[in-house]
T-cell receptor, first 112, second 112 residues
Framework: QKEVEQNSGPLSVPEGAIASLNCTYS??????FFWYRQYSGKSPELIMS????GDKEDGRFTAQLNKASQYVSLLIRDSQPSDSATYLC????????????FGQGTRLTINP | DGGITQSPKYLFRKEGQNVTLSCEQN?????MYWYRQDPGQGLRLIYY???????QKGDIAEGYSVSREKKESFPLTVTSAQKNPTAFYLC???????????FGQGTRLTVV
């Protein structure tokens, strides 16, 4: 089982709709969770972080965390073509030395 | 401006050569990381360091070496023992508790 799993996609969403991206993780003791956006050929940029159960909203982005189910998601409302990118889920592992573990990423395409 | 600087942006290596990728940060972060990304793949951890003069192997350390002589600098050497080094290399840094982690712009290494 991979430590952090994401559906690699591609996920295709019409412009203006809600895009839903999902991530599961295996380390039940994980405390911190991050979503990064990566445009083709560029480095990842941090868009959301979440540390406690529930929802966290920032503009058109909402991160959702459910530690009991070991599940974290990212919702993008009113999707725009500029949101087309690969979205990477990252989890801070607490066992041993602290480090960030990434999923394989979900490629999202917003269709005008 | 605070940030992480990787150099060079593009690097070409001949078979049997060692090459060193530079990573410098002025964010006063304690922790630094090296990741490798292959086309269409997520990020795999090569090495990470939480304090000066200390570093740990990640998931794919074979064929790579690092040093952490200064807080600001974490260079990565790709040795001739790395049989498939062509990839996009990303350096990141974070505070000790990994409240957030930020990336440099990456180095694209190609074997010729």
């Amino acid at each position: 089982q991979k430590e952090v799993e994401q559906n690699s996609g591609p996920l295709s969403v019409p412009e203006g709709a809600i895009a839903s991206l999902n991530c599961t993780y295996s380390d039940r003791g994980s405390q911190s969770f991050f979503w990064y956006r990566q445009y083709s050929g560029k480095s990842p940029e941090l868009i959301m972080s979440i540390y406690s159960n529930g929802d966290k909203e920032d503009g058109r982005f909402t991160a959702q965390l459910n530690k009991a189910s070991q599940y974290v998601s990212l919702l993008i409302r009113d999707s725009q073509p500029s949101d087309s990118a690969t979205y990477l889920c990252a989890v801070k592992k607490n066992q041993g030395a602290q480090k960030l573990v990434f999923g394989q990423g979900t490629r999202l395409t917003i269709n005008p | 401006d605070g940030g992480i600087t990787q150099s060079p942006k593009y690097l070409f290596r001949k078979e049997g050569q060692n090459v060193t990728l530079s990573c410098e940060q002025n964010l006063n972060h304690d922790a630094m990381y090296w990741y490798r990304q292959d086309p269409g793949q997520g990020l795999r951890l090569i090495y990470y360091s939480q304090i000066v003069n200390d570093f740990q192997k990640g998931d794919i350390a074979e064929g790579y070496s690092v040093s952490r002589e200064k807080k600001e600098s974490f260079p990565l050497t790709v040795t001739s023992a790395q049989k498939n080094p062509t990839a996009f290399y990303l350096c990141a840094s974070s505070n000790r508790d990994i409240i957030s982690a930020f990336f440099g712009q990456g180095t694209r290494l190609t074997v010729v």
